[in-house]
């Protein structure tokens, strides 16, 4: 027996080097705890780590999310402040990312009249740049504001949501690539929107298309109604669930086709047979706790599975605490006690867009056409599975 302990230490350095440099095994497994950022550094050790970090990356489907409420910096809000942390303890590796943040603040309005005027508005393309600049090249990011966020706090898909409409705010839904999942962003504004847009966006001739989340900006502007018309007409007759809302802005991508003020629409077109949905809505004559938590009760005959299911709330700016007289967080609290493993996020817009539709044996329309899915003083619940 050799009892020199040099010698000992030098036997188990040789043992693990010998198993971290040969045994795929056990180098997948270790990988399986080290986060996306880190797991893409090590994949350029050897060709072993580079093959075991790639499989580990193919079985990381789940997607996730970063969300953040509270006083921003000066010059930063207060989502990318958080983001710029968290991101690099993701265990997946984004290929779409949906962010919402509240208006008030990203567009400098609150900001500049809480503070000196001369300071630089959070909507500085600085900012923009830095959002996109923590996310790989190949990720597709789609930023959007909005008067009120609706935002499941990191860390926990049980976590309970809570809806805000003051103060900064927002969340960042990374999507990574999943089997039998297609995510195709669009943008579109009067210049560009055409039927080629659609059929190249997917949401027309499409027989795997299966959701569309859309957001209309800038929609009061002349012509904007038109124009929304126009993008809900082919989508109202095809067999996909329709949810969305009208926002304040968008902020990424930058706009190139259409100057400031002008309107438009972005949104994301969930493709793939591991797609489902369904959603309910949340009439004006929906004004107690009891009768929001009844409606959102009718999700259940989707039976949707838990896991890679969001929910989707998108209220209109005069629902919320005002609503139902001083009580907050109604609708967001119903939604728990009905589904209190999925995570929520949404937004309070100026208008919402959807319907009833319960997805069961076969997709069926909602009504047919362009104004059956547009509504003011409602709410729009919707869960979204991801396979």
Request: charged content about 20%; some cysteine.
């Amino acid at each position: 027996m050799d009892l020199n302990p040099e010698s000992s230490g030098t036997s188990q350095d040789f043992n693990a080097e010998y198993i971290l440099s040969n045994v795929a095994e056990v180098v997948e497994r270790i990988l399986t705890f080290v986060p996306t950022k880190s797991l893409l550094r090590i994949a350029s050790v050897c060709r072993l780590w580079r093959n075991c970090a790639r499989r580990v990356l193919r079985t990381q489907q789940r997607l996730t999310w970063v969300s953040a409420f509270g006083p921003s910096l000066p010059d930063v809000h207060v989502l990318c402040g958080r983001l710029s942390e968290e991101v690099e303890k993701v265990f997946l590796l984004p290929k779409t990312v949906l962010a919402v943040v509240d208006s008030h603040a990203f567009n400098g309005q609150a900001y500049c009249y809480r503070q000196n005027k001369a300071k630089k508005s959070r909507h500085s393309p600085d900012t923009v740049e830095q959002l996109n600049h923590l996310f790989p090249r190949s990720c597709d990011v789609m930023g959007i504001s909005a008067p009120g966020i609706v935002l499941t706090p990191s860390g926990s898909h049980s976590g309970a949501p809570v809806e805000h409409q003051d103060g900064d705010a927002g969340f960042a839904l990374m999507f990574p690539s999943i089997e039998g999942v297609n995510i195709r962003p669009f943008h579109f504004c009067r210049k560009t929107f055409s039927e080629t847009a659609l059929q190249e966006a997917g949401l027309v001739d499409n027989p795997d298309l299966r959701v569309v989340l859309l957001f209309v900006y800038e929609a009061y502007k002349t012509g904007g109604a038109r124009f929304l018309n126009q993008v809900l007409e082919p989508l109202a007759k095809s067999k996909a669930l329709i949810a969305g809302g009208i926002v304040e802005n968008v902020f990424s991508p930058p706009r190139q086709c259409c100057g400031p003020g002008a309107y438009g629409v972005v949104g994301l077109a969930l493709s793939g047979p591991r797609v489902q949905g369904a959603s309910v809505l949340l009439e004006q004559d929906v004004g107690t706790p009891q009768e929001a938590e009844a409606t959102i009760q009718r999700l259940k005959a989707a039976s949707l599975p838990e896991r890679n299911t969001l929910g989707f709330m998108f209220a209109c700016v005069g629902r919320g605490h005002n609503y139902y007289n001083n009580m907050g967080n109604v609708e967001a609290d119903a939604f728990r006690k009905v589904f209190p493993n999925t995570p929520l996020f949404g937004l309070f817009g100026n208008g919402e867009i959807g319907c009833d539709r319960i997805v069961k044996e076969d997709y069926t329309l909602c009504d047919g056409d362009a104004e059956s899915l547009q509504h003011a003083f409602t709410t729009v619940m919707t869960l979204v599975h991801l396979g």
